[in-house]
């Protein structure tokens, strides 16, 4: 079965160029969600994964409309495979039940990972540096905003575990999951750290 999910972020927004591109691909159950691209909360997305079994495919207009990030899309893209779930992307030539389609999101897969080592070095290096100038004033805190960003980071990546991410950034695994949860998303405690906007996305979900 295809099965078809769509996405607007605000409901001033139209459904019916998605809607008509799913109905063109005969997807026979179609799922929608009206939430900004970063919110943790997907009611209709829940519902597609819930009835997907396998040999079903899930079929998207756009890659953005199922994802928060590229890291969150891997993952996502990787819970539906071991459950013989595909994916296919109508507007990107994507299809994972396909062996080319699956090369090419083996690609995105490496750029993820590429991705989450890349924003832990630059943490690791802003880290380093500001250790070597000193800290003026106070007692620092415990987790910075360096350090959640690469806990967001580094917890997305199910093949790490908690105590290892918070060994590397120098805090306790009790620290790590008041900021962060088991999927490196934001707890309502990081929203001091991250900023308002954050704070909002944190709340709303």
Known sequence: MLIGYMRVSTGEQSLDLQRDALDRAGCERVFDDVCSGRATERPGLGNALDI????????????????????????????????????????????TTTATGRLVFGIFATLAEFERDLIYERTMAGLAAA???????????????????????????????????????????????????????????????????????????
């Open 52 to 95: 997907a079994r396998d040999g079903d495919t899930l079929v998207v207009w756009k890659l953005d409309r199922i994802g928060r990030s590229l890291p969150h899309v891997v993952g996502l893209v990787g819970d539906l495979q071991k459950r013989g779930v595909g994916l296919k992307v109508l507007t990107g030539d994507i299809d």
């Open 131 to 205: 250790r070597a100038r000193g800290r003026a004033g106070g007692r620092p805190r415990v987790m910075t905003k360096q350090k959640l960003k690469a806990a967001m980071a580094l917890m997305a990546d199910r093949d790490n575990a908690a105590r290892d991410v918070a060994a590397q950034l120098g805090i306790s695994v009790s620290t790590l999951y008041a900021y962060v949860d088991a999927k490196g998303q934001p707890r309502e405690r990081a929203s001091e750290l991250l900023g308002k906007r954050a704070a909002k996305s944190v709340a709303a979900a």
